[in-house]
């Protein structure tokens, strides 16, 4: 697959996921979070923008920075790497 459609691909859905994670705030069936968390680690791997936000506020969590680095390293081995 062409590497922008694949980029574009990935950046919709974590555009959609950060949308149902902000419904799921307010609803009783949706997990929120987990759909946001999901949505941030997309566009962190198409988004060098997403990617260096996402370390900028994870540094106080070291947890939190693993796990992030974590799925990012799986959703890469899923989908493909965009960065050389």
Do not use: C
């Amino acid at each position: 697959m062409n590497r922008e459609i694949k980029r574009a691909l990935v950046l919709s859905a974590g555009v959609i996921f950060l949308i149902l994670g902000v419904v799921g705030l307010g609803t009783p069936f949706l997990q929120g979070i987990l759909f946001i968390a999901i949505g941030l680690t997309l566009l962190s791997i198409a988004s060098v923008k997403a990617r260096r936000w996402i370390e900028l506020h994870t540094k106080r969590f070291p947890r939190i920075q693993s796990v992030v680095q974590k799925i990012e390293k799986q959703l890469n081995a899923l989908i493909g790497g965009f960065r050389d």
